[in-house]
């Protein structure tokens, strides 16, 4: 259950943003939003019941890490995830400290910014100021939005000029091996006119999350013929409480495509959104979710065309193990306007155990003639004749189920645009399956 009071005072976080020279505006902005988490109420799900869920308590509000100062320290783990020697673009955080940055010298020379939040907030007041809660997502939206901004202790911040295309993937590294580490990451990603990005985090726990938060934030804004291409693979501990919310906007002629692997193995809310405002924008959102124990996930994935001729696709494969239960919302909503619009979905939930539970809630809202819209969506359990046919085959059970999981969600895994997204998701669906 939410507490009345959280264990850190204004007073508190005044001192961490003086501590961290954090520009006047934001050490405002935190203060403000303290005060709205008294009075802003909890958002509200869809099918959910989350009176219940603790999204206050953290044991410290910052946990500090280490300092690398060469790719030759970077921990093992960070090896195992990341080819770090033929990496141009890496920011690692290390709990709540920034850790490592290197820059490669065509995006330096091309104006690029590749930054850990609290660098750029020193380097770059102004610039992220533009960015930082904008229409995309709002302080005061609701509780957890306020709280996220009051508390904010990690994240990243990427700008890409006019016409400047980013040669190599920029790659964001979160290693978790602190009980006491929760985590408020709050990404900016923006992209001015014809410019081009990929974006990749990873986020990775060797340590209990138990009685922390996690308490995310992503905002993605591509300029008029822009392109974003943003992926994930997030694997933290079971247990964190989750809400992570990560939004995108559109100017004309631009693209934002996500490639998610949501593998946190604690509850979470996770709210993925993009809005088409330019005419002729598009977003592709693809995600896979695995849950397992007795975990409560709940996606909501929606695309929002305001624009004219803008498309929109949503696809999204989850399974579900043990007791665990997900909600898939996908709502594809073409507003008055948006003349020859296409909206498309798939949502699909694989049940592997009895006591599993899974839920597809695919929505279309259509406010214009002119448009092309369609979804399809499934929840059912493992084919019982496919398990038979392949223990048939001398297969014992367990590796029949591998071999499903791995079959149902491929398609979309396949499917994602990042080679480095793909064979981490594909390592960590292993991981989550043979636990």
Not at 45 to 55: A, G, Q
């Amino acid at each position: 259950m939410t507490t009345e009071t959280l264990n850190i005072s204004e007073a508190q976080l005044v001192e961490y943003s003086q501590a961290h020279n954090e520009p006047s505006w934001l050490t405002e902005l935190r203060r403000e939003a303290l005060k709205l988490t008294e009075t802003l109420e909890m958002p509200k799900p869809d099918k959910t019941k989350i009176n219940k869920w603790d999204f206050d308590s953290f044991k410290q509000h910052e946990t500090v890490g280490n300092v690398y100062e060469s790719i030759e320290n970077l921990p093992a783990e960070v090896k195992e995830i990341i080819d770090v020697e033929n990496t141009e673009n890496l920011v690692i955080q290390h709990n709540n400290t920034l850790a490592y940055t290197k820059v490669s010298d065509s995006a330096k020379n091309d104006g690029v910014i590749i930054e850990g939040l609290s660098d750029a907030l020193k380097n770059h007041p102004d610039l992220v100021k533009k960015y930082f809660m904008n229409d995309t997502v709002t302080v005061d939206e609701h509780r957890l939005t306020a709280l996220h901004t009051a508390l904010v202790n990690g994240g990243m911040f990427v700008y890409v000029p006019k016409n400047v295309i980013v040669e190599h993937p920029i790659q964001y590294v979160v290693l978790h091996d602190d009980a006491n580490a929760s985590f408020y990451n709050h990404v900016i990603i923006a992209t001015e006119e014809s410019a081009e990005v990929t974006y990749v985090e990873n986020y990775l726990s060797n340590a209990s999350g138990e009685g922390n938060q996690l308490n995310i934030v992503s905002e993605v804004s591509a300029a008029a013929n822009s392109k974003i291409t943003y992926g994930s693979v997030d694997y933290l501990d079971k247990g964190f409480t989750g809400h992570i919310i990560r939004r995108g906007m559109t100017e004309a002629d631009a693209t934002i495509n996500w490639a998610l692997g949501l593998m946190n193995e604690g509850s979470q809310i996770i709210d993925n959104t993009t809005n088409l405002i330019g005419d002729r924008s598009e977003s592709e959102l693809k995600s896979v979710v695995i849950g397992t124990g007795s975990q409560k996930i709940n996606l909501t994935s929606k695309i929002v065309q305001y624009g004219k001729e803008t498309n929109g696709y949503i696809l999204k494969h989850g399974v579900m193990l043990e007791s665990a239960s997900t909600i898939f919302n996908g709502i594809g909503y073409i507003k008055h306007g948006g003349a020859k619009s296409n909206a498309q979905q798939e949502s699909r939930v694989l049940m592997l155990s009895e006591k599993a539970r899974g839920d597809a809630n695919p929505i279309l809202l259509i406010d214009e003639d002119d448009v092309e819209a369609g979804h399809a969506a499934s929840v059912g359990r493992v084919d019982p004749e496919q398990l038979y046919y392949l223990m048939s085959r001398g297969i014992s059970r367990r590796e029949a189920e591998r071999l499903i999981i791995h079959g149902f969600l491929d398609p979309v895994v396949r499917e994602l645009p990042i080679e480095d997204v793909k064979r981490k998701l594909r390592e960590v669906i292993e991981l989550k399956i043979n636990k």
